[in-house]
């Protein structure tokens, strides 16, 4: 350190008395390299003190003379240091450290000494919490241990220390105690000892509830807490806010107490399903934080029940009659005139009583002006809505209060504003694990039906008008969105659309006068609000609305309100409300598509669905186009029915157009696009619109198209691949407009020339580098899922070059090593295989059916599962090649690819559910595509029997519905070939034996269906093989339509008609088919109680008009009622004519039963 000596004597004044001395190194080339002391250079004074005094603790003895002086002068050292890595962020001292420094003090500290007891327990604290240190199990367990001693040993003055210290060390540990957990949850346990709201001292009850919510606590990949403490913890939580206030106790520590209680109860209630008991736990809770969110609440005053009973209308709280404040109604208006004077005199216009008190609550919160004219609401009926308009305005987060700074009134405001934000967490909590069903029966406590006379009953919806705070207003609206999403099945039943019944209001009207409700208050919310966080939580909360609510039984309206108030926060200020904005748009154009209503809105032109309406809002509008919200010059009908939907043209606008302006929160040049959040959104609204309103969007085809291109030619992941989900949307769309069942007439379709041309220029575009990205996979998969939404109609009318571009680089990805990107590609082939202009070509089928073969051995079950997806659909193909081609296709079909297809698709049945419902479809197709010289093949032999038993296994398993009713499907399908030798292998018993206890005996109705129209299907008597065996068919399907009107479920009730119906078709059926030496078994179930029966329901089956689900999946053609009795007269003259020995009398009685059939269906 040459340099360093050489410096001037002035010098030294510079250099930091404490820098290390570096000792002198000759330069060399086999010296050590440089590295600096420590992780950030040179200690800090933190670290310094840390390590002297860790070192001086290791050395002390337990029996030393001066030991309580000396860890009273080191415990004091640490104490008055700071640590906090939020201050001082380069102090770097390892856990082990600290670790160890604190289970040598527990060493030397006896319990005898309380004051140095207490002073440790400080000590833990400020280390642990500062530090943020994760201990070991061992440290843990050593500091516990030293805990629970000092307080069954210690006097009780010492306690709250020791208790804080235990909080801090158990935060977040409690499944690591559990050897020390029934010393303190047991039944004479510490924590419930002082946690009780029994307990006189508030402090011991204070920091007791914070150590037990500490140890419910569940760190994210940690274990959660055992279910005997948490259920002792929870109950301790629930008495605490159950409590009243103990009349010693300051406002402020018991709010403390409070929050403490409902953090507790939260981590007890997070990540998982409630466990805590029945109805009235649940009951109890809800009553508990329905009462906590409001307390502090201006102007809110209800005698607030103990327990919540599920009921569909609000009848168990009410207003408190000798409340004083509540009596003299006309005090507040005289109030709030009083403070608007004050107002007046600083030069503001005179106003009306309804808006002084408007802007008295929300004029002057960050300089926004009141509400504009054309705000107002004009009917009576919206008038009253001012009792609930938001007074909240007047600050605009929870310290912003009018009282001087830190006095007690406003300390007292905040800490109520903190316990209601806890209780509406907790509710949230409850939402999230209570189950829906149950949760129902609990909604008129929380959301209002409609607005009732004098001063409505407390909800959320007052919270989130009234309530000062907004972040309490926020989690009122998380806890609302909560309850509402997933709740659409409840809501389906409302309905307004007829008057309700003079005697009683129906449920369902109800329900929409609560929709109503929420679509009102919401509204008023979302004038009003003026926080971004706030805001954009209102936004979501009426798309959660929007998403659920059935608007297609309710009276239009409800969205045509919605669709222009919510229009100018699409240009709003902050990011996130622009984002929520369109959001609720997606809902809008999502739900129930088309919608009458939303039609008309798309149609509208561009200013007049919002143009001129203000918000709260507007000084957010000043940065962008205000000619956007101008009204615009009206258009004629020619115009509007050309244009293209405003939504569409604002949306493919966000996407493209740069920003004229930027907001002060964000950055970037101006003239920059906009934020990546805003386009995703655009682009996904974009993909609704196309998918539920297709024939408005379909005049912007070519545009979109270009907009598309754009997208996948960007360098954002995400905007390609939204990019490429549009295009598929699209696509999906058009297919939708040809298929068979479409009511959209011909010519209000695509043209096909346009659909050519559009997909032509797609193709050749940045598609192609989609779909050779490797670099990111789930773009590749969603280019598959593109290329798979082109319509068959225009595949084939494209370039052969282009044709055979899709299909090589579709058979390229199916070997690809990601498993969504081959995922996609086996489906893709397997809707090209349907297509008209492919299915006949051999080699296209054949060098698919390779790609999913070798798909259906992959690792994963999503690719094997779309394999069998795909392998159904070939097999579809080569049953629609069979019947529409001439023989030729059949007998070019490679004998070998087809007994690998056979045996894959026997495997394929013995997999998972998902894997296994297509399976096998695709066995019964192969089944009934085999030819007879094929089948009586050796190598075909084994792998033709284990295929018929593997379907065997799936009837009588007890796999998914689905599964069964599509083996049963799969084994009528079966019999159709008239190549299997059904009368005489082995396993056609199986087969009949297996549907037939099925049709008799399984609960689900759909699957029986399939078993009935199964054994309807062999068209000769020999296939159905002895009498013994058609005898038990007859029984088997006789009995099934006896016992068919017993329903084990409701849900199955409808389709209990079309199990009848195809019951007696099949035997009807038998009856045509059958023989002299059947006759006894048929004539034994026609006669008695069962006869009349049956009877009856054939009788219904003759008579009734048109065909069922059954007939049509037994592969028969659909009978009028006419066909059906001319069929049974030639069933009857069969049987006249048929020459019997022994069965006459068998043979007279059909005969007479039948007869008087057709006598019954012709009438008097």
């Known amino acids: 350190m040459a340099a360093q ?8 004044d510079i250099i930091h008395r404490d820098a290390p001395k570096f000792p002198a190194v000759a330069l060399s080339a086999d010296a050590a390299p440089f590295t600096p002391q420590g992780a950030g250079g040179w200690q800090t004074d933190a670290e310094r003190l840390f390590s002297r ?61 309380e004051h140095l007891v207490v002073k440790l327990c400080k000590l833990e604290h400020h280390l642990l919490n500062q530090l943020k240190v994760i201990m070991d199990e061992q440290t843990l367990d050593v500091l516990l241990s030293y805990i629970t001693r000092a307080l069954k040993v210690c006097n009780t003055w010492t306690h709250p220390g020791v208790l804080q210290a235990l909080s801090t060390v158990v935060y977040g540990n409690g499944p690591q105690c559990h050897q020390h957990l029934n010393d303190l949850l047991g039944e004479d346990g510490v924590l419930l000892l002082y946690s009780t709201p029994a307990q006189p001292d508030m402090d011991l009850r204070h920091v007791a509830l914070t150590c037990m919510a500490n140890i419910c606590l569940r760190i994210p990949g940690q274990p959660p807490l055992d279910e005997e403490h948490k259920s002792v913890c929870f109950s301790v939580f629930l008495k605490t806010l159950q409590a009243p206030k103990p009349s010693n106790t300051e406002d402020v520590f018991y709010c403390m107490v409070v929050q403490v209680a409902l953090k507790g109860l939260h981590c007890c209630l997070s990540g998982g399903k409630w466990k805590f008991g029945g109805g009235e736990e649940v009951g109890s809770v809800l009553a508990a934080l329905k009462k906590l969110m409001f307390q502090g609440a201006p102007g809110v005053s209800a005698d607030w029940p103990s327990m919540l009973y599920p009921a569909p209308l609000p009848q168990y709280e009410s207003p408190s009659p000798h409340k004083p404040a509540e009596a003299p109604k006309p005090s507040e208006p005289a109030k709030a005139s009083a403070g608007n004077k004050k107002r007046k005199s600083r030069g503001k216009a005179k106003k009306t009583s309804a808006e002084d008190s408007r802007r008295d609550e929300g004029g002057e919160e960050d300089g926004k002006t009141a509400l504009p004219a054309s705000h107002k609401l004009g009917s009576e009926a919206e008038a009253k809505s001012f009792l609930l308009y938001p007074s909240w305005k007047r600050c605009t987060s929870d310290s912003e209060f009018s009282d001087p700074e830190g006095s007690a009134q406003s300390k007292l405001r905040l800490s109520h504003a903190r316990v209601r934000q806890g209780a509406l967490h907790c509710l949230l909590a409850v939402v999230k694990c209570v189950e829906k069903r149950t949760l129902y029966g609990y909604w008129s406590s929380f959301i209002p039906d409609s607005p009732v006379g004098g001063p409505p009953p407390p909800t959320l919806l007052t919270i989130i008008l009234k309530d000062p705070s907004p972040k309490v207003r926020a989690c009122a609206l998380q806890a609302l969105s909560a ?22 209001t129906p449920f369902s009207f109800t329900l929409a006068a609560a929709i109503r409700e929420l679509h009102r208050t919401l509204g008023l919310a979302l004038m009003a609000e003026t926080s971004p966080q706030t805001l954009t939580q209102v936004i979501k909360c009426l798309a959660h609305l929007v998403s659920n609510a059935p608007y297609h039984r309710l009276k239009p309206g409800l969205l045509s309100s919605l669709w222009k108030q919510i229009r100018p926060y699409v240009r709003n200020r902050d990011v996130n409300v622009r984002v929520s904005a369109l959001t609720l748009y997606g809902a809008l154009v999502t739900t129930q598509a088309p919608l009458p209503e939303v039609q008309l809105l798309l149609r509208q032109p561009e200013g007049s669905t919002g143009g001129g309406s203000l918000t709260p809002q507007d000084g957010a509008l000043s940065w962008r186009h205000r000619e956007a919200q101008s009204p615009r010059a ?19 606008s966000l996407v493209t157009q740069p920003r004229g302006d930027q907001s002060d929160s964000e950055g970037g040049a101006v003239g920059a696009l906009e934020p990546s959040p805003v386009r995703l959104e655009a682009l996904q609204v974009l993909s609704h619109l196309v998918r539920g309103y297709i024939s408005l969007a379909q005049a912007s085809l070519c545009d979109i198209g270009q907009l598309c291109a754009r997208c996948l030619a960007e360098t954002d992941p995400s905007i390609q691949l939204h990019g490429a989900k549009l295009l598929e949307e699209l696509g999906s769309g058009i297919i939708q407009q040809y298929r068979a069942e479409s009511d959209v007439p011909e010519s209000s379709r695509v043209p096909l020339s346009q659909v050519v041309q559009f997909w032509t220029e797609v193709l050749s575009g940045p598609l192609n580098a989609a779909l050779q990205n490797e670099q990111h996979p789930t773009l590749q998969t969603s280019a598959c899922d593109t290329l798979a939404s082109i319509l068959p109609h225009a595949f084939a009318q494209l370039p052969d070059k282009t044709q055979l571009m899709c299909i090589t680089v579709l058979l390229g990805l199916t070997y690809s090593d990601n498993y969504l990107v081959k995922t996609a590609a086996v489906r893709a082939l397997g809707v090209y295989v349907l297509f008209p202009c492919l299915r006949e070509d051999l080699m296209f089928v054949a060098d698919t059916a390779n790609a999913i073969l070798a798909a259906l051995d992959d690792r994963s079950s999503n690719v094997r599962a779309k394999a069998a997806w795909s392998l159904g659909n070939l097999t579809d193909t080569l049953i629609v090649n069979m019947d529409c081609v001439d023989v030729d296709f059949q007998e070019e079909m490679s004998d070998m690819l087809l007994l690998k297809m056979l045996q894959a698709a026997t495997r394929a049945a013995a997999d998972k559910d998902k894997v296994k419902c297509n399976a096998v479809r695709a066995l019964g197709n192969l089944l009934h595509f085999l030819r007879e010289g094929q089948l009586s093949r050796s190598a075909f032999q084994r792998p033709l029997e284990d295929a018929v038993r593997a379907l065997v296994k799936t009837v009588q398993s007890v796999a998914t519905m689905k599964v069964r009713w599509n083996a049963c499907y799969a084994l009528g399908n079966a019999f159709r070939n008239p190549a299997l030798p059904l009368d005489s292998a082995s396993w056609s018993g199986d087969a009949f034996a297996s549907l037939c206890n099925v049709v008799t005996s399984c609960k689900n109705l759909k699957v029986r269906i399939k078993s009935a129209a199964a054994l309807a299907v062999p068209a000769h008597r020999r296939c159905y093989g002895d009498d013994e065996r058609f005898g038990r068919v007859w029984h088997s399907l006789a009995t099934a339509l006896e016992t068919s009107e017993d329903m084990h479920d409701f849900l199955e009730y409808r389709y209990s008609a079309t199990l009848r119906h195809t019951l007696s078709r099949a ?13 006894p078994a048929i004539c034994a179930s026609l006669t008695g109680e069962e006869g009349r029966g049956i009877r009856e329901h054939l009788i219904k089956y003759l008579q009734a008009e048109g065909g069922g689900e059954g007939e049509k999946d ?35 009685a059909l005969i007479f039963f039948l007869e008087d059939l057709l006598k019954a269906c012709k009438g008097p």
């Open 1067 to 1079: 035997l009807l059926h038998l009856l045509h088919l059958s023989l002299p030496q059947d006759l």
């Open 634 to 652: 009206p258009r004629t009908p020619r115009e509007v029915d050309g244009a293209p939907p405003w939504l569409l043209t604002l949306c493919a």
């Open 53 to 113: 005094c860790a070192a001086k603790l290791r050395v002390l003895r337990a029996d030393s003379a001066q030991l309580r002086e000396e860890l009273n002068l080191l415990f004091d050292q640490l104490i008055s240091e700071n640590f906090n890595k939020i201050l001082e962020p380069n102090i770097n001292i390892e856990a082990e450290d600290v670790c160890a420094l604190l289970k040598d003090a527990s060493r030397l500290v006896p319990l005898s000494q």
């Open 5 to 12: 000596t050489a410096l001037p004597a002035t010098s030294n």
């Open 483 to 504: 309850m509402l999403d997933g709740s659409r099945q409840f809501l389906a039943v409302a309905e307004d659309t007829a008057s309700p019944r003079t005697s009683y």
């Open 1114 to 1148: 037994a592969g028969g053609d659909t009978l009028n009622c006419q066909q059906r009795v001319q069929t049974l007269q030639l069933t009857t003259t069969r049987l006249k004519a048929m020459k019997t020995e022994e069965e006459e009398s068998s043979k007279d």
